[in-house]
Nanobody
Framework: QVQLVESGGGLVQPGGSLRLSCAAS????????MCWYRQAPGKERELVSC????????NYADPVKGRFTISRDNAKNTVYLQMNSLKPEDTAVYVC??????????WGQGTQVTVSS
């Protein structure tokens, strides 16, 4: 069955870094655009970053531009989110999404990122 399993979250001090991973299985990963979303307590879910199926194009939400980098390894069926210069406002549950038009739209369970001193 389809699975998206996030890992790499945790507690980090402001200014620190984390690398999130999302391991996919059960579908043809290389056909899917991949995105990271986040949801902080009491807030709407927001799009953080996306990468196209072949990895040739990426986009980022304004609050994370210049600090976060999305990448993917289609040989490992994994998408990554490198997060640098973390701020307390980055605290949220980060969720992985796989999207391929009307064919599929899959979600992971999420990984908690807490930025605090």
């Amino acid at each position: 069955q389809v699975q998206l399993v996030e890992s790499g979250g945790g507690l980090v001090q402001p200014g620190g870094s984390l690398r999130l991973s999302c391991a996919a299985s059960g579908f043809t990963f290389e056909n899917y655009a991949m995105c990271w979303y986040r949801q902080a307590p009491g807030k709407e879910r927001e799009l953080v970053s996306c990468i196209t199926a072949a990895g040739g194009s990426t986009n980022y939400a304004d609050p994370v531009k210049g600090r976060f980098t999305i990448s993917r390894d289609n040989a490992k069926n994994t998408v990554y989110l490198q997060m640098n210069s973390l701020k307390p406002e980055d605290t949220a549950v980060y969720v992985c999404n796989a999207f391929y038009g009307s064919t599929g739209d899959y979600w992971g369970q999420g990984t908690q990122v807490t930025v605090s001193s």
